[in-house]
């Protein structure tokens, strides 16, 4: 399965509907987690599976989701709740709670991933206002036979940033 991972796009909706249709033919589901800055009915959000971030407005959209799918339980959150800009213990804790394989989060702004004890944790970045680098980032996420590997790619054009790409075992 494949799946596209955006988060902290901050009001931008071209670019969300960019992204979307690069890779349209290729993934299962996308997921946006959190400060779209726009209502969940918005025709550019619409694609995506997504979630409330501290910059988002109103209560249509949810603080979390916790998706299953045949590749394993999937939760998806914005980090905000859970402190990701100091350390993923919290998010850690929520994953096993909810028997997650897969944690996707933003916040932070900054892109990377991670797997461990068989969870892959995954920020692609923000597509409008980077942190710690100067790549606006999103990620593309393939799991197969318990195998996950993460991409990472350039929102303005799709081109891939390989320094950021993990693959490995869950």
Known sequence: MRFL??????????ELTTIFERHETEIDDAYHCGDSQ????????LPYRTVRGN???GGDLPLERIETT????????????HDVKFDLNRLRYRAEEVGANVVLFGHSH???A???????YINPGSIRM?????DKTYALLDLENREAAVRFYRSED?????????????
């Open 55 to 57: 910059c988002d407005f």
């Open 114 to 120: 991670l797997i461990e004890d068989g969870v892959v």
């Open 5 to 14: 991972i955006v988060s902290d796009s901050h009001g931008l909706t071209e």
């Open 38 to 45: 726009l209502a969940l009915v918005d025709e550019h959000l």
């Open 110 to 112: 900054v892109a990377g």
């Open 130 to 134: 980077p942190r710690g680098r100067a």
């Open 158 to 170: 799709g081109s891939h940033v390989e320094d950021l790409d993990i693959s490995g075992k869950l």
């Open 70 to 81: 045949d590749a394993g339980t999937i939760l998806i959150v914005h980090g905000h709740h």
